[in-house]
């Protein structure tokens, strides 16, 4: 029986290729997306079984709207995905306290919205997952990313902080952690491609693992050793990284 995942930020990057594998699986997709142009090329191969909603994460209202849309065609949804984010790469005397809120609203934001939205719809399914995608730099910091980290940083406490509410309910919550991928949204950081991930490789990882019980989830083995020595050692790695990038600048 095909299972049901509600994704957003799913028309480029990562989220696209979590999408496109989920469904070439055999497995149906709704997507929440300020754009859908590009995930709704794929309609012509998977017509029956993905949906799109123009919606925007950070309102409350819009991402309502949407789930109660999704609900309407499809009574249960397995997995749900935060994957929408903004990212904006300055130093804290050059990044605006509008930037900060917009990429807040967005990131953390979102994941409260999208949950407040599902959750009811699980508890009364009595089952489901919900998943929040983090990032490496919200455990460790990073230089020039501060909005991004800090907004990263929260949805990894509000992902703890569900999973104890909802213990008895049969929702569960994890954590995405994909490695530093080959992006647009990663593009301005001054690190060769070559030490980026490939976004389709990530975005099958992260799905061929999705359903695992585990808290964090990861593509690859490799990358929960790093995560877990980002856990273990979150600012001795912070620094590590930032040395790496200097020297990579140079």
């Not at 925007?56 to 109660?68: L, P, Q, T, W, Y």
């Not at 953390?108 to 949950?115: H, M, P, R, S, Y």
Request: with cysteine.
């Amino acid at each position: 029986m095909s299972k049901i995942i509600l994704i957003s930020g799913a028309n480029k990057g990562i989220g696209y290729y979590m999408a496109k594998e989920w469904l070439s699986q055999g497995n149906i997709v709704v997507v929440l997306d300020l754009f859908c142009d590009e995930i709704d090329k794929l309609k012509s191969e998977y017509s029956e079984r993905l949906i799109t909603f123009i919606c925007d994460v950070s309102k409350e209202r819009e991402v309502s709207s949407s789930v109660v849309k999704a609900i309407q065609v499809y009574p249960h949804i397995d997995i749900v995905v935060h994957n929408a984010c903004q990212c904006v790469f300055k130093d804290i005397m050059t990044y605006t306290i509008e930037e900060y809120k917009a990429v807040w609203e967005v990131n953390f934001l979102g994941a409260v919205n999208l949950t407040k939205a599902m959750l009811p719809y699980m508890k009364n399914q009595k089952y489901g997952r919900i998943c929040f995608t983090s990032s490496g730099v919200g455990v460790t910091g990073f230089k020039n990313i501060s909005g991004y980290a800090a907004s990263k940083g929260a949805i990894e406490a509000f992902a703890r902080c569900m999973l104890l509410e909802n213990l008895e309910t049969g929702v569960s919550f994890h954590i995405l952690h994909p490695p530093l991928t080959n992006t647009e949204s990663a593009s301005p950081l001054p690190i060769p491609k070559e030490f980026k991930a490939d976004a389709v490789k990530v975005g099958k990882g992260l799905i061929r693992n999705i359903q695992k019980k585990r808290f964090v989830i990861v593509p690859t083995l490799f990358d929960r050793l790093s995560v877990c020595m980002s856990y273990r050692f979150p600012l001795f790695t912070g620094k590590l990284l930032v040395k790496m990038t200097n020297k990579a600048e140079e």
